[in-house]
């Protein structure tokens, strides 16, 4: 309320608007009242009219709720018959295609990892499978004199090894059968109590021969090798030592290829380095006589059962128990794969 000072007085301003000579007449009084009345009601009917239109220009929840339900089917109807129609129109070679690229190549130093797996043809996409079938990948060189080893007895001693390697790595009845005497022949008389005494022990064995697991089978395409060897004279005379560098692949059957996520699960690869002794002449007895297992070693690097190895055996990646990620998390060793290079000092299996 606002108030004046007013000669020393306190005066009130509503009591002033209430004696304004206006108000005080009776008709002016009377047409203010008519004027105010009519203009209210002429402000009530446009508020009216405006929440007419309001109403009329917004839509009914229900009908807000079926045109919607409306729209959202025609969208989906007119989705699906573009899918549908695309899927039609979609060549064969490109409908086949696999989202993730499937390498179609020979990578020398590793095995894919996510591939389909073909048991006609189960070392495609591995190294193996520009490799020669059975002992036919070991190479050696023309056969040259090596001390007093002529050439002819340097080939000789060439063909022993490869004998050697035969029965020991690649022999059905070595790796099915378990059955090393065919093995254990081909050396000289003196050497075959060691051999045969390490034989017999788990799981040192492996070192000089490859037997599976029980209930793994090879496929008919049998065993590839990789590799090379060469000669040089012994430490003593009458002696020469043939150097054998190579790499085994073995392919394992598989009654449920289709469940498989790559070759790695059913190609595994034995990297040895191998050296045998030749010994001959007169410096030697005759039991000493012919072929000794000399230095060597190996690798069961990728793809391999581990329980199996922990007793010798070779068995098959798909062997092991299903666990997050693959045999080939770490990068592949290209030594597991090229006997050329360094031998691998790490295998598959992490114990």
């Known amino acids: 309320m606002i108030s004046h000072r007013l000669w020393g007085k306190h005066v009130d301003e509503d009591n002033l608007l209430e004696t304004h000579p206006d108000l005080m007449d009776p008709e002016w009084r009377k047409h203010a009242q008519t004027d105010a009345w009519l203009g209210a009601k002429s402000d009530r009917k446009k508020f009216r009219k405006q929440q007419k239109r309001a109403r009329r220009n917004a839509p009914s929840p229900g009908r807000g709720r079926r045109w919607g339900l409306i729209a959202f089917v025609l969208i989906l109807a007119v989705t699906t018959a573009v899918i549908v129609a695309l899927g039609r129109r979609t060549p064969a070679s490109e409908a086949d295609t696999p989202a993730t690229p499937v390498p179609t190549t020979v990578n020398p130093t590793s095995v894919a990892q996510y591939a389909p797996v073909d048991l006609k043809h189960a070392y495609a996409r591995t190294p193996a499978d520009v490799w020669k079938k059975g002992i036919d990948g070991i190479t050696a060189p023309a056969p040259a004199a090596v001390g007093s080893f002529t050439a002819p007895q ?26 090393t005497a065919a093995y254990l022949a081909l050396f000289a008389k003196d050497s075959q109590g060691a051999i045969a005494k390490e034989l017999g022990t788990k799981p040192d064995f492996s070192a000089y021969v490859t037997e599976l697991a029980d209930g793994y089978h090879l496929l008919d395409q049998g065993p ?11 430490a003593k005379p009458g002696e020469l030592v043939v150097d054998v560098k190579y790499v085994t692949a073995y392919a394992f059957d598989n009654v449920h290829p289709d469940g498989l996520q790559g ?6 690869f034995v990297r040895s380095d191998e050296s045998y002794v030749v010994r001959q002449g ?7 006589r012919g072929l000794w297992p000399g230095d060597g070693g190996g690798s069961f690097y990728d ?29 592949d060793v290209p030594g597991a794969y090229d006997p050329s290079l360094p031998m691998p000092d790490v295998h598959g299996c992490k114990d």
């Open 263 to 268: 070759p790695w699960e059913i190609v595994s």
């Open 154 to 179: 340097v080939g000789d001693a060439y063909a022993k090894v490869k004998q050697a390697i035969t029965a020991s790595r690649l022999d059905p009845a070595v790796l099915d059968r378990h059955d």
């Open 282 to 288: 007169k410096n030697f007895a005759a039991g000493s």
């Open 303 to 331: 793809s391999i059962g581990c329980e199996a190895l922990k007793q010798g055996y070779l068995a098959p990646a798909y062997a092991n128990p299903d666990q997050p990620g693959l045999p080939g998390d770490d990068q």
């Open 224 to 234: 590839r090798t990789f590799g090379s060897m060469t000669a040089k004279a012994g």
